[in-house]
């Protein structure tokens, strides 16, 4: 693998002749949508040195925007990170937290206290595209090389022609960013040599690829068998959600924009079986939101909803 991976690395050494760049009108977030709700999968080659890969070299990543969080004076999109065997068994989950700076079109990832450009996006995600099959400086060890419009982004079995931008950044590889879509590769090496290659996308309502089989667990007797519906959806004005629990469970209901930001928020206790909560959506923007709700077991669901 690790020569694919310098292979990939190399094509950045060529030098820019003086040609105009092409200008880019596709906006920037849309090269990394971080809406609530959306899901990107990758199959992920590990090579370590020395050779150390438990729970294996190969494995399924799968990365989930599931709501915001505040940190500091900071609002961070809140995604979930689960790490999958080739079995389908998920064997570790975290979070992970990215915002997009809208001034510098930076995407940045927060470590700990401190948060760091992430996938070269240094560069700024509205920097002109070089000419074609070039690349440009950006400082900081960082290049963005030329790739442009209706490039072929090939996930899984689907091939996608969007914009694309690839940027490298030493020592860790090259990213590329498909318009609409995300993250679709990441190759490189520092201590281990890495290719995440994304193999399913469900973006704004959009599913591209095949999604990698899970195992299915057998169902814990204290599950609350959560589940929702919403209706009627499109809505105007009054929006009915429906929950049905197992057993008598406290829960919190949440409404978020397709911005990842909080229109509606309550707790409340529910009675087991059928039970319909009134949402006034009246006062809401058009557009699409995203209803979750979270029992007290930790048990979630989700729906989208329409306000006409």
Known sequence: MRWSVFSLIL?????????DPIPDTTEAWRYFPLEIGNVWEYRVEIELVPPDCFPGCTQYWRRTVVGDSTIGEITYNKVLREIFNLSGEEVDSSHEYYRLDTLSATIYQLYGNTEYPYGGTNCGLHT?????????????????????????????????????????????????FGADIG???????????WDFQLIYANVNG????????????????????????????????????????????YVAVEVFDLLGRHVYSEELVVVAGAT?????????????????????????????????
Do not use: M
Request: with cysteine.
């Open 276 to 308: 319909t909560l009134n949402l006034d959506a009246s006062g809401w923007p058009r557009g699409v939101y995203f209803v979750r709700i979270t029992a007290a077991d930790g048990e979630t669901a989700s729906t989208r909803i329409t306000r006409l």
């Open 11 to 19: 094509v950045v050494c060529a030098p820019l002749a003086a040609q």
């Open 183 to 193: 993250l679709v590769r990441n190759v490189g090496c520092e201590g281990s040599c």
């Open 206 to 249: 959009l599913d591209i690829g095949t999604p990698f089989p899970v195992a299915v667990e057998p169902e814990s007797p204290r599950s609350s068998g959560l589940s929702l519906t919403a209706h009627p959806n499109p809505s105007v004005d009054l929006v009915s959600i429906s929950l049905l629990l197992s057993r008598p469970q």
């Open 128 to 176: 002109p595209f070089p000419p074609e099959g070039q690349q440009v400086e950006c400082g900081a060890g960082t290049y963005l090389t030329g790739e442009g419009y209706e490039r072929v982004v090939e996930i899984a079995d689907h091939v996608v022609a969007t914009a694309v931008k690839s940027f490298y950044r030493y020592p860790t590889g090259n990213f590329r």
